[in-house]
């Protein structure tokens, strides 16, 4: 059971209890409640900060709703793993992760030549059973895997090893090349997850995940990358801003 150091400002016009699930929050992002942190009871957090039950409560549900926090029963509240929250850009998600402070890494699966399938050709504008560059990647934050990333590329794209594609993110290795990304097509969906998904995300058969193909263009107008990945969940949102007309 962890005690985090909290203290609230009668004064302030912010309502005590989002104060409270500010200093919350901000400690479990910062690692100061790591998930998996069980936090003392609601009564005894009432007292200590010398609130009302129900401001506490209200407090921990606003967590609760932010997937920061889970009620479980017979252990109390629980810390879980904070949420990636990433927005919708022509961005890659080892850039994106890194620019929010997290962790992440790269395991590759799989990389080198396969042919193109009817779904790859058509996405990349080359022949069918063409020869393309196949990438497969699991990529963490921390020690959790957070998404599975396959990736297929023209031949004549990339000229790296599996080793360097570990240690810097796709569209970082693309910009080194010379390819300079002007514009993709992407759709995001959702569907449940198969048995060998499950393995390596480490989430049971059919748990939610996300999903979003994307076709990139350079700016010559040519297909330089078709990616196919899935996301966990509960792990795992996209977020955009949309403006009224």
């Known amino acids: 059971m962890h005690r985090a150091s909290v203290s609230v400002d009668r004064t302030s016009p912010v309502p005590l209890y989002f104060q409270l699930a500010q200093q919350l929050e901000e400690a479990i992002r910062s690692g100061a409640l790591p998930p998996g942190t069980r936090l003392e009871n609601e009564m005894e957090l009432a007292a200590r900060c010398r609130l009302s039950r129900p401001t506490v409560r209200q407090a921990i549900q606003h967590l609760v709703d932010k997937g920061l926090l889970v009620r479980r029963r017979g252990v109390g509240t629980q810390v879980v793993q904070p949420q990636v929250q990433r927005p ?59 998404a599975l990333m396959t990736n297929h590329l023209p031949l004549d794209v990339l000229d790296v090893t599996a080793d360097h594609l570990e240690r810097h993110s796709l569209y970082e290795t693309l910009r080194a090349a010379g390819v300079n990304l002007r514009i993709a097509h992407q759709t995001i969906g959702a569907r449940a997850a198969t048995a060998a998904e499950g393995r390596l995300l480490d989430e049971p058969r059919g748990a939610p995940l996300l999903t979003m193909t994307r076709v990139a263009y350079d700016d010559t107008g040519r297909a ?22």
């Open 88 to 146: 919708i850009e022509l961005s890659s998600l080892y850039d994106d992760l890194a620019a929010a402070g997290e962790r992440p890494s790269t395991r590759v699966l799989e990389f080198g030549p396969v042919p193109a399938s009817p779904q790859v050709a058509k996405q990349l504008g080359v022949p069918v059973d063409a020869e393309v560059v196949l990438l497969r990647r699991l990529r963490l934050t921390g020690d959790a895997p957070l």
């Open 224 to 245: 330089v990358e078709y990616g196919s990945h899935v996301y966990r969940a509960k792990r795992y949102s996209f977020s955009h801003t949309l403006v009224g007309k």
